[in-house]
């Protein structure tokens, strides 16, 4: 598919989802412990001695110039504890492959012909065959009090060879993680490329309708919440009933940055949301705003009036060293990393309305960008191996993302005026866009493919806003 | 309600008038009236009750001044008028800030689209302000810098930055004292009018004056 072109840098990115999964004692403490099982595994007895287990015949591949096609059927609970958990997983995991697109997904409601398999050698190839399936998932849950055991298998269903077998291992807190972690595997193993099943979505939202402490007028809260990639598992994340706005995930995924008004003006706060620990960089007493986390997680890109008018600073994580990266009577603000973390876009609106302009991490060398907009915003550098900026821009009544691509200057359309389309975040392979649209109704986060395909509804209680995609 | 607060908004008063309109060798005089209007409060401290009839302190303001020059007589009643104005009116004394906010004596300054500066309507409101905040020298304002929704969220907060500046220097330029007052943007974060029309943009790009302590 069209999407290959992503594959080659995959491996740095995936190098990083290691380091965050082994040290994430998470609040919702969902540890995998995976172990390999004996592979290839080969059901039934059928395998067949012509076939060598080389690595093409790991790759199950579909016909030729068409994507391979899966089929997910639902997961066997091994015993009735598990059921639960069984029931979730097999659509979770369909959705999962199916958002890469780099499979073809048999739909889950032409499976009602095909006899269920209890146990890989029940496995019905003929009848997957029959329905197109070039690839089958079996897996199974075993639930021991607070232990859940799943095993999967991804089958050719060509060759009825297992070429991918793992068993996972954790609690029954969050039965969805299973799918997105065999997701990912999958997505790595089979196409190479880094999957975001197990990412999350942080905003902000006014969902719980509380209102707001102090003196003013009646007025609503917003609070910061995270999702899963997907929607799933919603949280809270601040309770401090003020307005806070536009998080920002750190790059190790476990730390969030936003703008809040507890202290009645706008400043920055960090959460550690798996510590529960709140950090205060800026310390009070100035007004800071849109913080954004280097690559590299040590320092923090913000906005702040303290000298006067809004301009750019840059600090050491811990609030120390701040320094002046922009120094210009109008306004600088909505500043984001490039992701070797040698420049930062910003928006300006020095030429008379709001423009996307980039400039040195050491503050020399501010150039525009020629995007061609009458007014545009919230610029987000895409991960490599994409060299595009995506923001929003004006485009009649409201705004629609589009991107930039640094290297041919090319503006490109994302969205297309369906509601208005604001404050872009791509998706840590670079293959999606989070961004707020009005396209429901309500402002609500919705999820797309940075070609402007496969739309996502992510969140549909209150509204909600500024969305930002974990590492 | 304590003297001192009542006497408050007469001092300041006075400084009002002295740079508007009056010499300075009515300040003088002035200023010795009003001490002696002051001693005369502070003899009389027990029967100044929050419902005592502005009437009784006028007089003994105006007392004094035949001793002078004939102007200083003509200025009394203007004297008068003004103290009518706060004391007389216990409501706002005795109003908690959420009572004060909700049905707000300062109003919001409105502004253009895209735009931060104040037109004359704006000035004049900002001007209104100004006078009532000197009336109540003890209040301390923020004003909210507010946009409507046709701007993106990030960069509103800086247009909304730029706004409750505008306003706030404006303020200062008036006469009231920088410290009493914060500007803060709230960016398109808490419309007035939650419509997506023009009628309703225009109101909620505004100067939001809050009153955070009195």
Redesign the interface.
Known sequence: MHMLTSHQPMWKSNTRTGRRRAGAPSQWRLVLSIVTLCSPFVAGGMYASAQQPSEIAVVISGDPGTPPRYVVPDFVALDSEATDVAAEMGQVLWDDLEFEREFYLIPRDTYATVPRASTPDQIPFDAWRELGADAVVFGTVQRTGDEVRVQVRLFNVQTRESVFSKEYVGTPVNPRLYAHTISDEIHQHQRALRGIARTKLAFSSNRNRERLVGTVEDREVKEVYISDYDGGNQRRITTNRQLNLMPVWSPDARAIAYTSYRRGYPDLFIALIYDGVQQEPTAGGTQNWLPMFSPDGTSIVFTSNRDGNAELYIMNRDGSGVRRLTNHPAIDTTPTWSPTGTQIAFTSDRAGRPQIYVVGADGLNVRRLSTGESYADRPTWSPAPFNEIAFAASTGPGYDIKTYDLATGVTRRITFGEGSNESPSYSPNGRHIAFTSTRAGDTQIFTIGRDGRGVRQITREGSNSTPSWSN | MNLEFRTGPTRVRWKALRRDRIGPTFVVTCAIALGIGAAGCAQRQAPLEDSAPLGATAPEVAAPAPQFDAPLTETVPVLSEVLSGPIADDGILSQS??EL??DSPLSPAFFGL?SAELDDGGRAVVAANAATLKMYPTWTV?IEGHCDE??????N???G??RA?AVTMYLVSLGIAADRV?A????K??PFDAGHIDTAWAQNRRGHF???SK
Do not use: K
């Open positions: 800030l959420d906010n909700s895209d923020t046709r701007g993106t969220a990030e960069y907060l800086a247009l930055e730029r500046v914060q803060v943007s709230y960016g974060e808490f809050v009153i955070t």
